[in-house]
């Protein structure tokens, strides 16, 4: 296979950036979209250039890493997978292709289609725990979940954290990530002391960060590689307006 | 207290619970508003819509109905500028390529274009029929007079068509901002909330396609 490649280049956080097209040659349709960057990356760094910068790490659609907007689609064209899921065989020999970083004012691009997305690491530290006793293992079967809430945190729980859902949504809201750990957490008996403060201190973060406001077009659970529903958000929103309400704090 | 309220107005969940409920209040509104103007229909020469018009009017705790309404207007308009210029900022550099698979419609895209539509309409539908001291003698006969001439009609189809187009997105994004959603029952609120604006704008618009094809003979 053969492609055109335009792709965004930006040297650094501060600097501007522009889009560059590439053509690669010599791509295999069972190569992994990553691994056809990894191709034009060898092309690059041997006619002297300075290869593509982005995001990878497990390449088996577990960690979260990998990100990019591929023909303005998140994650790419397949439903339910991952950029290091997606395959050549998915596109046409001599197709264009326009890679971009994932947009949003709180996901900076920190070189060329690498973003920070350390905004997720702190609404995870505002929340996204259970207090536990430490000590020995506690008995597996000490606390009883009903099969529906351990299907519904599992389900949430399916959530790598890559940020697909801010790069769809319009506003680059981070809703369904936030949501998705409120549910999770809140699903489960361990979760339930800290369940309203988690809802409230999360969500305060979440705005904090300068994510958008969700505005209910599920862009984001048609992007999530984990298909993670837009009811969790609904349960957030339960969850954290059953808290103010109350009057707790966060 | 007060912390607790600003904490609930700042706060991205607590300014679209405000948005969801001042919306559905004012839904409710035009489901009593679309009732009463049904009477017009009535084939008796317009005197019971008109004394509808006078019972209403001459109500005593009318100025407190329209103070309450109008704080949930201004209430929605200015949290939605809020939200949407929050939303805006969100995102400073688009996306070159675009593409939408979710469940982004002509309406949600929209809310804001139609709500502006919506509120200029509002405006002149409330110097028409309210503020005209003229229409309150006669309310069937201002009426056919406004919406008997091709401009009233046009004025009236378009500000109705658009109050549908925001209610066809609004109405089920209430409920779930309100987190009153659930995977056993969300297609039949999706469903149910097209439906409630579909018998709105289509009640409404009753009375400019009526009026101005028959001259207006009520």
Redesign the interface.
């Known amino acids: 296979m053969k492609l055109t490649l335009q792709i965004w280049r930006q040297p650094s956080a501060e600097a501007d950036g522009n889009f560059e097209i590439y053509t690669v040659g010599g791509v295999s349709e069972d190569m992994s979209f990553l691994e056809m960057i990894d191709q034009l990356n060898r092309q690059i760094v041997l006619d002297g250039g300075e290869p593509v910068a982005f995001d990878h790490d497990c390449r088996e659609g577990i960690c979260g890493m990998c990100s990019m907007v591929i023909n303005g689609e998140v994650h790419g064209p397949i439903k339910g997978t991952t950029t290091c899921q997606l395959h050549m065989r998915s596109f046409k020999d001599g197709a264009k292709i326009v890679i971009e970083p994932f947009r949003a004012k709180a996901f900076p691009v920190v070189k060329d289609l690498a973003v920070d997305r350390s905004a997720f690491d702190a609404i995870i530290t505002a929340g996204g725990f259970i207090t536990s006793r430490t000590g020995s293992a506690p008995d597996g079967n000490a606390i009883l979940v009903p099969k529906e809430d351990a299907d519904q945190a599992m389900d949430a729980a399916a959530c790598i954290g890559c940020g697909g859902c801010v790069a769809a949504c319009p506003n680059a809201a981070a809703m369904l990530f936030t949501a998705a750990k409120v549910t999770h957490l809140g699903s489960l008996p361990q979760g339930q002391p800290e369940r309203r403060a988690r809802a409230l201190s999360m969500v305060q973060e979440m705005d904090s960060q300068g994510f958008g406001n969700c505005t209910n077009e599920r862009e984001c659970e048609a992007a999530c590689p984990k298909e993670i529903s837009v009811m969790t958000i609904a349960q957030m929103n339960r969850d954290y307006l059953r808290a103010s309400i109350a009057g707790d704090e966060a | 207290m007060l912390g ?1 309220l600003k ?2 107005l ?8 405000w948005m969801a409920v001042s919306g559905l209040l004012l839904v409710g509104f035009l489901v009593t508003h679309l009732a009463g103007n049904l009477l017009y229909f009535a084939d008796d020469d317009g005197s019971i819509f008109n004394a509808y018009a006078e019972a209403l009017s001459s109500n005593p705790l009318l100025p407190i109905a329209e103070l309450i309404l109008a704080t949930l207007f201004l209430a929605h308009i200015a949290l939605g500028v809020r ?1 949407s210029m ?2 805006r ?17 002509t309406a ?2 929209s ?1 804001m274009i139609t709500g502006l539509i919506v509120l200029i309409f509002l405006i002149i539908h409330i110097l028409d029929f309210r503020l005209d001291p003229k229409a309150h003698d006669d309310m069937a006969g201002a009426v056919q007079a406004k919406l008997s001439s091709g401009r009233g009609a046009l004025t009236y189809g378009v500000g109705v068509a658009a109050l549908g187009l925001h209610l066809s ?1 609004a109405i ?2 209430a409920f ?8 056993k029952y ?1 297609s039949i609120l999706q469903t149910a909330g097209r439906g409630l604006a579909v018998v709105i704008a289509l009640g409404f618009l009753a009375f400019p396609i009526y009026i101005y094809f028959s001259g207006g003979a009520a």
């Open positions: 607790h904490q609930a700042s706060a991205s969940i607590g300014k679209k619970a939200v929050e939303n900022a969100a995102r400073e550099v688009p996306y070159h390529a675009k593409a939408a698979h979710g469940g982004r419609t949600s895209r809310m997105h089920a994004s779930h901002t309100l987190g009153l959603n659930h995977p969300d």
